[in-house]
């Protein structure tokens, strides 16, 4: 299956004098023009996934193989902007000359809707556009996966709302293949095609939501029904 595979991944930390198993044996599919969620509370070991499977840091042991080259870019909770670029240049940031197409990054820019804020800053967008700015500089990168840290936690409701659809879109209309991290049960049901519940360092059970192409309704009977099991297996 085209993706990525996780066989048997440990991690461990040293804290304090003692060693801390974040990662337990961990057995993942994650597939390829889809979104996967990482959904758990603070602590379990999802973020720890996410920067193995970004190769920001390595596995103690197991093995974790895609199916071909590979490219992944990042987007965080911060935007990490450079505040003294404008939204073009951070955009372009990290790509080498010859890998700035205009035509392309403009599009890109006016696919996140910041048609217009090209040569605006960070000081003067608000936090939903610049995390569409963040977006969009990883989607320049043409990455086969981006790896998503709970980037929207920081935001209000609506704003959050309004850019939860807008990944949505972005992911259907250009078959992007993400990695998304959340503790928000909400936001792993509103986004994910897979959803992966994690505790204590394990994978407790996958979740499958078919892919669609409208706004999913939270208080229907069937994701009512499904947001009541993911709680009960995450005990809360």
Request: aromatic fraction near 8%; include cysteine; charge should be negative.
């Given at each position: 299956m085209a993706g990525i595979e996780c066989k048997n991944?440990?991690?461990?930390?040293?804290?304090?004098?003692?060693?801390?198993?974040?990662?337990?044996?961990?057995?993942?599919?994650?597939?390829?023009?889809?979104?996967?969620?990482?959904?758990?509370?603070?602590?379990?070991?999802?973020?720890?996934?996410?920067?193995?499977?970004?190769?920001?840091?390595?596995?103690?042991?197991?093995?974790?193989?895609?199916?071909?080259?590979?490219?992944?870019?990042?987007?965080?909770?911060e935007s990490r902007l450079m505040p003294w670029l404008?939204?073009?240049?951070?955009?372009?940031?990290?790509?080498?000359?010859?890998?700035?197409?205009?035509?392309?990054?403009?599009?890109?820019?006016?696919?996140?809707?910041?048609?217009?804020?090209?040569?605006?800053?960070?000081?003067?967008?608000?936090?939903?556009?610049?995390?569409?700015?963040?977006?969009?500089?990883?989607?320049?990168?043409?990455?086969?996966?981006?790896?998503?840290?709970?980037?929207?936690?920081?935001?209000?409701?609506?704003?959050?709302?309004?850019?939860?659809?807008?990944?949505?879109?972005?992911?259907?209309?250009?078959?992007?293949?993400?990695?998304?991290?959340?503790?928000?049960?909400?936001?792993?049901?509103?986004?994910?095609?897979?959803?992966?519940?994690?505790?204590?360092?394990?994978?407790?059970?996958?979740?499958?939501?078919?892919?669609?192409?409208?706004?999913?309704?939270?208080?229907?009977?069937?994701?009512?029904?499904?947001?009541?099991?993911?709680?009960?297996?995450?005990?809360?």
């Open positions: 991944i440990h991690k461990t930390y040293p804290v304090d004098e003692r060693t801390l198993h974040v990662l337990k044996g961990i057995d993942l599919h994650i597939p390829e023009k889809s979104i996967t969620v990482i959904l758990g509370r603070s602590g379990c070991g999802k973020t720890t996934l996410l920067r193995l499977v970004g190769d920001l840091e390595k596995p103690d042991s197991g093995e974790i193989h895609f199916d071909a080259e590979h490219k992944t870019a990042f987007v965080f909770q404008n939204v073009w240049d951070n955009v372009i940031f990290g790509l080498k000359k010859q890998e700035v197409k205009k035509e392309t990054i403009q599009g890109i820019i006016d696919t996140v809707g910041l048609k217009g804020f090209e040569k605006a800053y960070p000081h003067q967008l608000s936090g939903g556009m610049q995390q569409r700015a963040a977006i969009a500089r990883a989607l320049a990168y043409e990455p086969s996966f981006i790896m998503m840290d709970e980037p929207f936690a920081a935001l209000d409701y609506f704003t959050r709302d309004q850019m939860q659809k807008e990944l949505l879109r972005l992911q259907q209309s250009r078959g992007a293949s993400i990695l998304f991290v959340t503790h928000s049960i909400d936001e792993a049901l509103l986004l994910g095609h897979k959803i992966v519940v994690i505790e204590d360092g394990v994978v407790k059970r996958e979740f499958f939501i078919k892919t669609d192409s409208g706004v999913r309704d939270l208080l229907s009977t069937v994701f009512i029904d499904l947001k009541r099991e993911i709680i009960n297996e995450l005990d809360l």
